[in-house]
């Protein structure tokens, strides 16, 4: 029997017994429903915490070394009511220098509520002083103008780049570049301006971080605040698997240097955004996956519902398999039939579940502030476990049916 006829006579038979066919699927779409709204759930949590991260560092493939350690209490900005002076720039070229894994080194002395004055109006900003390569490596994109370069910090030069938010607020008609601004009582010219990151509603954008101002770190050291000491390293890492490892190895090269001795509190902190991500994730990670077990058990017991109705029907069905077989069918041509019609109904379970998984993941966070991203993968696999649930469901009871003799198919019991 070929294939098409296989096909045609099938989906008459699905057609005829939509009741039946339900059944049979239902358990299935449970399942995959679970397991995919679970996934999509986890994976949702996790990358908006990566989106947080962005939105603070810039970067998660990278470990910050901040200024302040357990030793110390309260506020580890600098020019706050705690200040640590240990962390240096050599202490940054000496981790670039030093410790594997690290493709780059970039540092910055942070001074919030900074006065700021330009273009007839005052206020604040958060002002960093920064070496040229911290915008790129944060990833912070130019709107106007241009970024701040090696000449201008090895010059002690007096430029500055403004956030989004600084530039709207104190140049609104957008001609920031070029314009003269007074940053702590000194006089800067206005060389670029970066671009707006506003958040998506998706959560997979990077947040608004424009309410910030970036001078050469140089200049903030030494004709802004006259000091020798920053408040935070960003280190860029070249392989993010080796993470744990570099962290070692950071941390021992900088309380060496710091002659921390052991047993005493370290005077820095390092932050790992990769790190923080998955303690975040994971703690609600066991109630996920009891839940993604009890999917599983769905998609088994709804295998098995599959089976039992299939048995079943070759029951039922014995007057249609009987002539079938009286009319020249073999008994290849019974358990094609058969099997056919189980995987057909499972694969269209499996599809209506991920259809289903998909509109859940667009419509939930539409009522719940929740963020649900279901990767393909899962999505994928869901459908492939259904598939496979009906292949195996299905090949005993149309091994039944097609072990059932014409004569048996075709008698009537009185």
């Known amino acids: 029997?070929?294939?098409?006829?296989?096909?045609?006579?099938?989906?008459?038979?699905?057609?005829?017994?939509?009741?039946?066919?339900?059944?049979?699927?239902?358990?299935?779409?449970?399942?995959?429903?679970?397991?995919?709204?679970?996934?999509?759930?986890?994976?949702?949590?996790?990358?908006?915490?990566?989106?947080?991260?962005?939105?603070?560092?810039?970067?998660?493939?990278?470990?910050?070394?901040?200024?302040?350690?357990?030793?110390?209490?309260?506020?580890?900005?600098?020019?706050?009511?705690?200040?640590?002076?240990?962390?240096?720039?050599?202490?940054?070229?000496?981790?670039?220098?030093?410790?594997?894994?690290?493709?780059?080194?970039?540092?910055?002395?942070?001074?919030?509520?900074?006065?700021?004055?330009?273009?007839?109006?005052?206020?604040?900003?958060?002002?960093?002083?920064?070496t040229p390569s911290w915008a790129s490596l944060r990833g912070d994109p130019i709107a106007a103008g241009r970024d701040i370069r090696e000449a201008d910090n090895a010059a002690m030069e007096r430029v500055v780049v403004l956030g989004s938010d600084a530039a709207s607020e104190y140049f609104p008609d957008g001609n920031a570049v070029g314009q003269q601004v007074r940053v702590a009582g000194a006089t800067f010219e206005v060389v670029g301006v970066h671009a707006s990151l506003v958040e998506e509603e998706s959560g997979g954008g990077m947040g608004s971080m424009g309410g910030y101002i970036h001078i050469p770190l140089q200049t903030a050291l030494r004709r802004v605040y006259n000091q020798d000491y920053v408040s935070t390293l960003m280190v860029q890492l070249e392989n993010t698997k080796e993470e744990e490892t570099t962290a070692v190895a950071l941390s021992e090269l900088l309380r060496q240097r710091h002659a921390i001795q052991e047993g005493e509190y370290d005077d820095f902190q390092l932050t790992r955004p990769r790190a923080a991500i998955a303690q975040a994730t994971s703690i609600n990670a066991g109630i996920r996956r009891m839940i993604i077990w009890i999917g599983v058990v769905a998609l088994v017991i709804g295998g098995i519902v599959v089976a039992n109705l299939m048995f079943a029907a070759t029951s039922d069905r014995q007057t249609e398999i009987g002539t079938r077989r009286a009319l020249g069918a073999t008994k290849g041509d019974v358990l094609q039939q058969f099997w056919v019609e189980t995987v057909l109904v499972a694969c269209t379970a499996g599809l209506l579940g991920v259809a289903l998984s998909y509109l859940a993941v667009i419509v939930v966070p539409m009522v719940w502030d929740t963020t649900l991203y279901l990767p393909w993968w899962v999505a994928f696999g869901a459908f492939a476990a259904t598939a496979l649930v009906g292949l195996i469901a299905g090949l005993f009871p149309a091994r039944r049916a097609a072990a059932m003799p014409p004569a048996v198919a075709l008698s009537v019991d009185e």
């Open 1 to 130: 029997m070929r294939w098409s006829d296989t096909w045609n006579v099938t989906t008459r038979t699905v057609r005829r017994a939509p009741i039946r066919s339900l059944l049979m699927g239902s358990g299935l779409i449970l399942g995959v429903l679970v397991v995919s709204i679970t996934t999509a759930s986890g994976e949702g949590v996790r990358r908006e915490m990566a989106s947080m991260w962005k939105s603070m560092a810039g970067s998660i493939d990278a470990i910050f070394v901040q200024a302040g350690g357990p030793a110390q209490r309260g506020g580890q900005m600098a020019h706050g009511e705690t200040v640590t002076t240990t962390l240096t720039i050599e202490d940054a070229l000496a981790i670039g220098q030093q410790v594997p894994n690290v493709s780059a080194v970039a540092a910055a002395l942070m001074s919030p509520g900074t006065p700021i004055e330009a273009n007839g109006r005052s206020g604040t900003a958060f002002l960093l002083g920064v």
